[in-house]
């Protein structure tokens, strides 16, 4: 029988969170070999389990897949959560894009020079306001079905609701008008397999501090 | 009869060229529309064209698909350039999905490596030497040792499963790309260097690189200037 998948990565979110929601999403349980040193990721590089000496890695089906989106991709295929034919998967793709690419200055803010915080948060705001946001709520409206894709959830909408939640803890305003997006996420947060990964205790990460910022600083040596 | 795809980027590389190369390795003829103008991008956002008001945008087999990575996987899939067929493998799923995710890992990290470049055209001169001086150190000292001990290991022709791939368009667009800023970066690795002429052989890739073909030239003065006009930044 297949072990669980195994993920390498420190304790936070970076870039390891989206796995770990899709995972979780799919019903899947995984492992987590948690970073606490540089000593540690360099194990890792010399053991050759890194292919570009990066982390996220994942340990599944034989192989120890690095890159984010590959990961990601090879998860949606095996739980079947990536649509069921090539144009609905580059739907899924373009939409995921976009959240990622939002996704990338929420993560990157906390990595800002205290004089360029403000201009970058106002930046974030404006986007999320009027240029993510409002695509995926047109998206929802244009056919009025539940998920973004096909009728059926797919990882487009998780990495979105995912999206929605840091959104939200930055700023709760930012999703006032869009009724839609709303429903998404409640809709999806209900789906037995999230709600559990939704609660206290579950595998799902808090949002960084300066003390996951500093221990990032020292393993990642930036 | 299936139109030909349509690509709405400007007349420069940038987040658009490596979808030219795989068309063009795929032997797909295509047709471009370039940006000039200021008005001409407003019109395409009101026209509610781009999904998140970006190009590129690749208009093919009636979708408007923007976001790179989603115009590249479709493309790869589409022209038989993203791995074994299930048909292939017997309908294996681990073994034509290991192909797939293999491909993903080396294209993410190319593609990486490319838009270190494509962002270092927009910095101001000094930084811009730095950059490209960093991409030029990265080529050498991370990814291409990676790409080289691939094909060491396999002693295959290509990177995945003994077939061409998208891997192998973008790892030969990136070598070129580099050597356009150092021409010895390839001299300790002699297997991709022997990948370089192979896949510069292939036919499609032949007449791709020849003069008068749609590959779009490195970024000058004039191009970044047509681009922060167009997107004004």
């Known amino acids: 029988m297949a072990g669980k998948p195994k993920l390498h990565y420190f304790d936070a979110r970076g870039r390891m969170e989206a796995i770990r929601w899709l995972l979780a999403a799919a019903g899947v349980e995984f492992e987590e070999k948690l970073l606490e040193s540089s000593e540690d990721l360099d194990k890792l590089r010399h053991d050759g389990s890194l292919v570009f000496q990066q982390v996220p890695m994942v340990e599944i089906d034989g192989m120890k897949l690095v890159q984010t989106r590959a990961i990601l991709n090879y998860i949606a295929s095996k739980y079947d959560l990536y649509g069921k034919d090539m144009k609905e998967r580059a739907l899924i793709d373009m939409y995921t894009e976009g959240v990622a690419d939002l996704g990338e200055m929420i993560l990157l803010l906390p990595l800002c020079p205290p004089d360029q915080k403000n201009a970058k948060l106002t930046l974030i705001q404006e986007r999320t306001t009027n240029r993510y946001l409002p695509a995926f709520e047109k998206v929802l409206k244009s056919h009025g079905q539940d998920y973004l894709v096909g009728n059926k959830l797919s990882k487009a909408d998780i990495h ?63 | 009869m299936a139109a030909k795809p349509k690509l709405w980027y400007f007349r420069g590389r940038g987040r658009m060229e490596s979808i030219r190369w795989l068309l063009a390795a795929a032997g797909v003829e295509f047709e471009e529309e370039f940006l000039e103008t200021r008005e001409q991008y407003e019109k395409l956002q009101k026209d509610g064209r781009l999904l998140f008001g970006q190009v590129p945008l690749v208009e093919i087999d009636g979708m408007e698909l923007t976001q790179t990575r989603a115009i590249l996987s479709y493309l790869a899939t589409k022209y038989n350039l993203h791995g074994k067929d299930p048909k292939e493998t017997g309908f294996s799923w681990i073994e034509s999905s290991c192909c797939f995710v293999r491909i993903d890992m080396y294209a993410e990290d190319t593609l990486d490596l490319m838009m270190m470049v494509v962002v270092a055209a927009f910095k101001p001169p000094e930084e811009k030497e730095e950059s490209l001086a960093s991409v030029v150190k990265k080529a050498k000292t991370q990814h291409f040792p990676v790409f080289e001990k691939i094909l060491k290991d396999h002693g295959e022709d290509f990177l995945v499963g003994n077939k061409f791939s998208w891997a192998d368009i973008q790892l030969l667009e990136a070598i070129l790309m580099v050597e356009e800023l150092d021409a010895s970066v390839l001299s300790d690795f002699p297997l991709l260097k022997e990948f370089k002429t192979r896949t510069n052989n292939i036919p499609t890739i032949k007449k791709f690189l020849q003069p008068g073909s749609q590959r779009k030239l490195p970024p000058d003065n004039h191009y970044v200037k047509v681009v922060r006009n167009v997107l004004q930044f």
């Open chain 1, 160 to 222: 979105l609701v995912e999206l929605l939640y840091y959104v939200e803890e930055l700023d709760p305003s930012l999703l006032a008008n869009f009724p839609l997006l709303k429903g998404l996420k409640t809709r999806v947060s209900n789906l037995p397999a999230v709600k559990k990964f939704l609660q206290p205790g579950s595998q799902r990460k808090p949002p960084g501090t300066e003390k996951t910022l500093e221990q990032a600083r020292k393993i990642f040596k930036f």
